[in-house]
């Protein structure tokens, strides 16, 4: 039996598992398998892994993005870049590789790490881009937030972070003004504000002040429309949440796990 799985904490209803059950159930594939693993310390990661050797595959996520790369043997060139992970795939090497590489087990497992997240955000956002979309607000500073970055970079838009505190390379929400809204009309929502079940939340920013011109993206995906995107659409600027991101995350992180070494 293929086993996969998602590690993350904590975890309540899963999409992932929702997901690749229905997956394999389409595809025929009896020999798979999808779990959750909630683990609240990464210290148990280890053992995890020890315990689950029919694993090949696991998903990523809050609050283990950054923190899981410590236990990867290697990190794919993007999500090293990135620093956060969120896909893991499984390597098992036989007996005689392992005998020429020195290792004394029988079975070897390298785990190698990748950003699937970024290739998501960047498949689904690019459409929506208009020539006036130079600039960006990227709300959140977390794991998400980086695979954002490394998008807008690869497609030159400038962005600012925002986040409840201001540092060197971020300003706080309070800080939002009529000036710097009208000035950057791609504006990204990487916090769970909004999530189900707090449906009413949303980042405290100057709604008034946008504009048709506006593209506002939440990655949140539950609820379908988030008071962030309402309050968008409110003002006429056009939306779009995070299930497609979901979507061809979760299909990369399969072709990853399925690749060929």
């Not at 929702?18 to 053992?47: A, H, M, Q, W």
């Not at 405290?204 to 506006?214: A, G």
């Not at 429309?225 to 659409?233: D, V, Y």
Request: charged share 25%.
């Amino acid at each position: 039996m293929k086993k996969y799985g998602l590690i993350g904490y904590p975890l309540g209803h899963s999409f992932s598992k929702d997901y690749f059950t229905e997956k394999f159930k389409r595809e025929g594939l009896t020999d798979c398998v999808y779990e959750v693993y909630s683990i609240p310390n990464l210290s148990d990661f280890e053992e995890l892994i020890k315990e689950n050797p029919d694993l090949c595959g696991l998903n990523v996520t809050i609050p283990h993005k950054i923190g899981v790369m410590y236990y990867l043997d290697k990190i794919d060139d993007a999500a090293k870049a990135i620093d956060a992970v969120n896909c893991i795939k499984i390597v098992k090497e036989n007996p005689a590789e392992s005998y020429f590489s020195g290792e004394l087990s029988s079975m070897k497992v390298k785990l190698i790490g990748y950003n699937t997240d970024a290739y998501g955000f960047e498949k689904s956002l690019t459409p929506l881009l208009q020539k006036y979309h130079q600039e960006a607000l990227v709300f959140g500073t977390g794991g998400a937030s980086r695979a954002v970055t490394y998008i807008l970079d690869k497609l030159d838009i400038d962005f600012q972070l925002v986040s409840r505190k201001s540092g060197r390379k971020q300003i706080k929400y309070e800080d939002l003004n009529k000036e710097i809204i009208e000035d950057h009309l791609l504006i990204i929502n990487t916090t769970p504000l909004g999530m189900a079940p707090n449906i009413n939340d949303c980042p405290d920013i100057p709604y008034e002040y946008l504009t048709s011109k506006h593209l506002l993206y939440d990655l949140v995906y539950n609820p379908e429309e988030t008071e962030f995107l309402k309050r968008g659409k409110d003002h006429g600027a056009t939306i779009k949440n995070g299930m497609e991101m979901l979507l061809l995350q979760a299909e990369k992180a399969w072709e990853i796990w399925n690749e060929k070494p």
